[in-house]
């Protein structure tokens, strides 16, 4: 084993040197010459001009919604704790009522964000996930120590773990937050801040181009709103903007990134370094003001965050069918839960030319066709398995 | 430009696959036959039997020391059942990772030790003075763990908890009815090795469902989540984004409400049993056939393969020297200095990958479960 690694390196040596061999002569026939820094940290006159602190706010707040729907403390500390509708509500439209007091009254809201590109947003959607808290909160925690059944909300047990269900066996913290990885954070990145109707909008072009800052800021507004965009991926990573983000990530948070190094530990392994290097170019071209660069990083970042939500949907479906044949309905509802959010968040791709793999009304059918985990076809499942893995070539 | 990066792959590529070849033919050569039902054999008939009869002796005094305090509520017949009810806990622990055989059939892990309880069912379940357990969803209302929050948990005082108590005999029904279970579930899976023993040692090929496969695949299941993840990562805040959960932890209410730190103790002894079972090693200190003596086997018919076993027992005694720096409250730990109990975590995780990744290939023997997510 060690033998074999030493060969290997020795090989990658010879391999990586013929690469900055290779990659000298290239880089000539762009018109302005854009070079990524090693880390996502951008300078003026010696400050940093990234900011993403409202981005960081609101995956704190899904962290704390996810709590809530799991009738736990929302601080995270894991102590049981019964909320009400309009408690949960209050966190998830009104920004307010959380226990930890920062996430409270800052201006940033996740329902505002979710279902809401500039480019296509949908309040039908954003209604989706306001029904699901208005389900769980009138029917899972009245039925907090029954039994669940077919048609009945309450407890469900088995060999591996206890969830606690809607009538149809959804386990609704899971739904939800998985739901948001892709109506609140691949939506917001891909379908708002890496757009033009964002990017572009008003004089930002020309203000950027000019080296216009934002108000008292000390960025331009394009340069902020990638960073918005950044910061709905890596917005709860440690020293995110002094750390190379390309390898050995380690998970943090419930939304897009955990799913993000999960993908990256197993269906894709090198997608970390594809999106850090795209967000960095695409940062950069934006300091130097090449905005063809610009797009071509954006596209990137859109096709390979999406696959995200494509590899984790495929994965959920597969997981319940396989629970279910080991015995573990539990285990199974809650694979299916959390692949019903993936489902959900399928319509918030993008493929690269701005058009969902999947549209709303695509989904909605999907949705329907597994809407009751107690009756659900298998066939159903591994149809819509081999649509999405033809779809979006995973 | 892209010619030549092809090229130069090319060549690289074929680097690889020459150096490469050439080790994998040493791979070729036959691991000579080990007669596994010695290891079988050894693990039956001195760990396995014995274990589970001084667990079922020790719930014998749980029992009956129940009884004396239901029957008479007052210090000293608690303080009798407190310690037996440790006592039980703790030789638990040298049998929670055998979860074969009837263990398995009848869910005997997730009736004696899930934890966190669930608070509220036990509660409802004493006042409707439910007896029947059987529901998956009771799974968290009974058991060691059920014990706990029946003794420790249903108030903050001795006082408190033994007036209950004496107002309301439903409290002392419940109880009574835990320790009821426990034993008759336990009674049956010692009868029951009676006669599985035979098959047990007999099978001892080489397939998914031979004894020694199962027998290794529930030990490294068990080391894997039962020990590493329950005990130490999930309160710990690893797989909670780092959000830690003190209440997560094992014999919580214990702790809790003070009444005795003893989350320490059963990890110390946790660890203790399965680097026992790894060594062959009886209650008694003898040592026999094991997963230990198979490797070391597989390494003298072969030097080139990895000499394993020396390397599982560091980590073990690294692991044990980790566990044995932590404070012995694990909710003060976790509150004041989590980083030694993630410390603690990584040196068990040391054991896991060195198990289930380097042990089962060596023995050629594939793992029967999926990862446990952790979300």
Redesign the interface.
């Known amino acids: 084993?060690k033998?074999?690694n030493s060969?290997?390196k020795v090989?990658l040596v010879?391999?990586l040197s013929?690469?900055f061999?290779?990659?000298d002569?290239?880089d000539d026939d762009n018109i302005i010459d854009v070079v990524a820094p090693a880390t996502y940290e951008f300078l003026r006159d010696g400050v940093s001009t990234v900011s993403y602190s409202g981005q960081t706010t609101r995956l704190n707040q899904v962290?704390a919604i996810y709590n809530a729907l799991n009738s736990k403390a929302d601080d995270?500390?894991?102590?049981?704790k019964f909320y009400t509708e309009a408690e949960i509500d209050a966190m998830f439209a009104d920004g307010a009522g959380f226990m930890d007091a920062s996430l409270n009254g800052t201006g940033k809201k996740v329902r505002s964000k979710t279902s809401a590109g500039c480019s296509a947003g949908n309040s039908a959607t954003q209604a989706q996930f306001d029904d699901q808290i208005a389900d769980f909160t009138a029917n899972v925690v009245s039925a907090?120590?029954a039994?669940a059944s077919s048609g009945i909300a309450?407890?469900?047990?088995?060999?591996?773990r206890?969830i606690h269900v809607n009538k149809y066996g959804h386990e609704i913290d899971q739904t939800f937050v998985k739901g948001l990885i892709g109506g609140m954070c691949v939506d917001q990145i891909v379908n708002n801040y890496l757009q033009p109707c964002q990017l572009d909008s008003g004089t930002r072009t020309d203000d950027n181009t000019n080296g216009i800052l934002s108000g008292d800021k000390n960025y331009t507004d394009m340069e902020h709103k990638w960073d918005e965009a950044f910061g709905y991926l890596y917005g709860?990573v440690a020293d995110a903007k002094s750390t190379d983000l390309s390898t050995g990530l380690s998970?943090?948070?419930?939304t897009l990134f955990?799913y993000f190094t999960k993908i990256e530990a197993s269906n894709q392994p090198g997608i970390a370094k594809i999106v850090f290097d795209a967000f960095k170019m695409g940062r950069a071209a934006i300091v130097a003001g090449n905005y063809e660069v610009r797009d071509a990083q954006a596209n990137i970042i859109k096709i390979q965050l999406s696959r995200i939500i494509g590899f984790k949907s495929v994965d959920y479906l597969e997981g319940y069918i396989?629970k279910m044949a080991a015995g573990n309905t539990?285990d199974a509802f809650h694979a299916l839960s959390?692949g019903y959010g993936f489902i959900m968040s399928l319509q918030f791709t993008n493929d690269g030319n701005d058009n969902p793999y999947f549209t709303k009304a695509e989904v909605d059918e999907m949705l329907a066709k597994m809407d009751d985990f107690w009756t659900v076809k298998d066939s159903d499942l591994t149809s819509m398995v081999s649509q999405i893995k033809s779809k979006m070539n995973i | 430009m892209s010619k030549i990066r092809l090229i130069l792959f090319s060549i690289i590529s074929i680097f690889i696959v020459v150096a490469c070849t050439s080790e994998s033919d040493e791979d070729q050569i036959l691991i000579p036959e080990f007669d596994r039902s010695t290891i079988l054999t050894n693990y039956a008939e001195n760990i396995i039997i014995p274990r589970y009869a001084d667990f079922k002796l020790s719930l014998m005094n749980l029992k009956s020391s129940v009884d004396s305090y239901v029957a008479y509520p007052m210090i000293s017949t608690y303080d009798k059942m407190h310690n037996d009810w440790l006592d039980a806990y703790k030789k638990w622990q040298h049998i929670e990772m055998f979860n074969i055989g009837k263990a398995e059939e009848i869910m005997f892990f997730n009736t004696i030790n899930t934890y966190p309880v669930d608070e509220l069912r036990i509660n409802e379940n004493i006042v409707s003075q439910k007896n029947d357990l059987s529901n998956a969803n009771d799974y968290s209302s009974q058991g060691l763990s059920g014990v706990d929050y029946m003794i420790h948990g249903i108030d903050d005082t001795k006082d408190k908890v033994i007036q209950k108590y004496t107002d309301d005999p439903k409290y002392g029904e419940y109880l009574k009815n835990l320790l009821s279970i426990m034993y008759t579930n336990t009674n049956e899976i010692v009868q029951d090795w009676e006669t599985y023993k035979d098959s047990f040692i007999q099978s001892s090929g080489n397939s998914n469902s031979s004894s020694l496969n199962m027998i290794t695949n529930d030990f490294v299941y068990y080391f894997e989540k039962g020990l590493r993840a329950n005990k130490i990562g999930i309160p710990a805040g690893v797989y909670s984004g780092g959000n830690t959960l003190v209440s997560n932890i094992e014999a919580y209410y214990s702790s809790m409400n003070s009444f005795q730190d003893v989350s320490k103790d059963l990890a110390t002894e946790a660890l203790i049993a399965s680097e026992n079972l790894f060594l062959g090693k009886s209650s008694t200190g003898a040592v026999g056939p094991s997963l230990k003596t198979y490797l070391d086997y597989i390494y003298n018919a072969d030097v080139n393969k990895e000499n394993l076993s020396p390397v599982i027992l560091s980590n073990f005694q690294e692991a044990k020297q980790a566990v044995n720096q932590l404070d012995e409250n694990f909710i003060d730990q976790i509150n004041n200095n989590k980083i030694k109990m993630l410390n603690a975590f990584d040196k068990l995780q040391v054991i896991v990958v060195n198990m289930k990744t380097n042990m089962l290939s060596l023995l050629s023997i594939q793992v029967d479960y999926i990862d446990a997510d952790g979300d």
């Open positions: 084993m033998n074999y060969k290997l090989c010879i391999f013929s690469l061999i290779s990659c002569s290239d962290d995270g500390s894991g102590a049981q907090w120590t039994d309450g407890k469900l047990t088995d060999a591996t206890s709860q998970s943090t948070g419930t955990k396989s539990a959390e």
